[in-house]
């Protein structure tokens, strides 16, 4: 009985030596249900997206030309689809600048204790917990043209005429800035809180100066995790859509590629075009995240001091 009961361990860790023998770990089999969800619900909706866009309809393919490429073809030759992704960038690029430059004057305040620290880091990251939606509903009420902010200016005198702060750039610039702006502020946080504070106190007792300090040892410290930052906020900023359509002008100035997108899908009814911008949006998305990724490691080759 015992000698049959110990068979199936002995059978086990004989399959163990003979995957180590292998090279094989078998603590890598926990990846498989990673391996099953990622392929689920990343690589074959991608895969069948990229099958869509040599699909083209009959009419793109007669208007364009171009084969199985002809939603290609009216996505570069269409100045009305393709301007979009220069004014998606016009967007996206300010608007992650912005929150990272922002971000860190912030951060280097809020790392020293004081009172009312936490009642200030909490108000900055509350747009979090709101969301796109919620904040250019919030921004058509405060910033519309009967919202508070032209009643009180028309009320004291200030102005003549309502301001035009949304349904145009400046709305969409103001909603990427206020949702963005936390995701920034508690990233470089992050980084700023693995930076050992006795190397300025060093600098600062050889008599270094606020600026030098910043310049010379928080600066190089923090220029990886500006780069991470930049690039993360650049894509939540690129893929706006709820705010490009309810404080901006959706077919105009704020014309980006996810509304692009969108209209081919629901207006138009062409899935294979609409695969095809998409495909685009996450090929330039990918270009800069490239070249700034690139750029850092070519600027700094050390590590990050930062936990982020």
Same mark, same amino acid.
Do not use: C
């Given at each position: ?10 059978? @086990? &860790? ?5 995957? /180590?023998? #292998? ?6 089999? =926990? *990846?498989?249900? %990673? +391996? ?98 919620? @904040? &250019? ?5 405060? /910033?519309? #043209? ?6 009180? =200016? *028309?009320?004291? %005198? +200030? ?150």
């Amino acid at each position: 009985m015992s000698a049959v009961g110990q068979r199936p361990g002995r059978a @086990t &860790a004989s399959l163990r030596h003979r995957l /180590a023998e #292998r090279g094989v770990d078998p603590t890598l089999l =926990l *990846l498989v249900p %990673g +391996l099953v969800v990622a392929v689920a619900l990343f690589v074959y909706p991608f895969s069948y997206g990229i099958g869509l866009t040599v699909q083209p309809t009959a009419a793109t393919r007669e208007q364009w030309g171009g084969g199985a490429l002809a939603n290609y073809v009216a996505f570069f030759r269409d100045p009305f689809v393709f301007d979009s992704v220069w004014l998606t960038m016009r967007l996206a690029l300010p608007a992650a600048l912005f929150n990272v430059l922002a971000s860190v004057p912030v951060a280097m305040v809020l790392r020293h204790r004081f009172r009312g620290k936490r009642l200030l880091t909490s108000l900055l990251v509350l747009p979090i917990t709101l969301g796109t939606v919620l @904040t &250019a509903q919030g921004l058509l009420i405060f /910033a519309g #043209r009967q919202g508070w902010i032209n009643r009180a =200016l *028309l009320e004291i %005198g +200030l102005i003549d005429e309502p301001l035009k702060l949304v349904n145009n750039y400046l709305g969409v610039m103001l909603s990427l800035i206020i949702t963005g702006f936390p995701f920034a502020f508690l990233l470089i946080s992050s980084y700023l809180s693995g930076i050992d504070p006795s190397l300025e106190q060093a600098a600062k007792t050889l008599g270094a100066g606020w600026w030098q300090r910043f310049r010379r040892i928080v600066l190089p410290l923090l220029a990886p995790g500006l780069a991470t930052t930049f690039v993360l906020t650049f894509v939540l900023a690129f893929s706006v859509f709820p705010s490009a359509r309810l404080v901006g002008d959706a077919m105009g100035e704020t014309r980006v590629m996810s509304l692009m997108a969108f209209r081919a899908f629901g207006e138009q009814n062409d899935y294979t075009m609409a695969s095809t911008i998409a495909l685009m949006m996450g090929a330039v998305e990918l270009v800069v995240v490239v070249a700034v990724l690139g750029l850092r490691s070519l600027l700094y080759r050390g590590t990050t001091g930062g936990k982020g």
